[in-house]
């Protein structure tokens, strides 16, 4: 291999196909099996919490994240949504949520009838400020809803120490981040109630789906009475029993069939996630040696610096090379490096979805009314929010997080890929004054 970057002549470090190595979510025959009993067996009607793969898959989750009960839902949004009405979010409550996020991340507060306060983020874990949270607090503050993103778990001594001296509760969106964990525990079995999703791109994968979890008995029974009529009869309170046929108009379970294949995904998660993990790591290890690289200065309750799958580099010691240029240059060498999610997901409306959420025009309002729907919606009992002198000044931010990109997740033993990333990364160390050099050229 030629030592000169691919961008200058030389030859591509990066030769393997990744096709292979990054499959994601990994389907066997064992689903396939799964599927086609249902199927011959005309056994996909709901189980209405009697054995079957659905409550087969809420054992496996509640085992997995160690809570007392897990409830399937038609995806991790219906599940948010339960966990916010389960902790008694309502109409005229407000819910402290973070902006640049996937939007349904926040949209099931509005659903409940509560309006959403958007909180800055740290710039390094992208996750809720805490400090930011605290400000944000009012008399009518009813929660605080967290993100995690993979690898990269939120402030959750900060939060839940706040939430405890305001008496507020705490819903976990674990939606894109089943298997991070905080000071050892999992993520989503920390706060008051969590979700976690089983669409087909998230780290457990059915098509559609998710599951809330709590260790509340309370809030289990409330959140179930909302969308989950036919599986009242045993719960342990009387109240909540009594709701039994009755779900205020809402049906959230989850579809046999998705259950099935959620369950069997499940088996096999943590393995493919300990794969994921020993890649990230032996990856990140490896480069976070090469000068001008490391791994970002993650808080202390992180489980590793490399599970973010993030790198910080060094302009200063790669010749002034900018973060597109670096990107330019790596993807040259053929390694599939990109810019960290957040910097594309500051793009309002990126593919039709708002990801820098308060920059919508339901919450900025445009000159045909839509603004006005929000209010409408959520009736005359909510303090109305003028969102247009909301500034998130890390959120608007669109550098942060400053100086990192990220590289792939791995989701197979991937040995020589990741050896022919850390020459493609050395390369570009040993190569930064003769790139600096060409890059000003060119520009
Ligand atoms: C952070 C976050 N929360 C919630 C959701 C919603 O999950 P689902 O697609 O299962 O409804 C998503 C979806 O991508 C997400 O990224």
Redesign the pocket.
Known sequence: MSALPAILGGEPAVTLDHGYYTQWPIYTEEEVDVVSDLIRNHALASQFGGPGPITELEQRVAETWGVKHALAHS???AS?RAALFGVGVGNGDEVISQSA??P??CLPIIGTGAVPIFADIDPVTLTLDPEDVERKITPRTKAIMV?HWPGCPADMDAIMDIAARHGLRVVE?N??SQGATHRGRMCGSIGDAAAI???HGKSTSAG?G?VFMTNDTEVYQRAACLGHYERLRELPNPKWRAMTGFSFGEKYRMATLSAAIGSVQMKYWKQRLDVRHANTDKLGEAVARIDGFSAPDYPDYFPSPYQSGRFMFDPDRLGGISRERLLEVLQAEGAQVSSPAQKATLTPHAGGLTHMLHKHPVFQGNEHGTGDVLWEVLGPNVTKIDYSSVTLPVTEDPEIPYNSIRVPSFTRPADELIDQYVAAFAKIATNAEKLSGALAETR
């Open positions: 995806s991790g949004t948010l996020i996937h349904f991340n993100v969106d939606c894109i999703s089983f669409q559609e998710g």
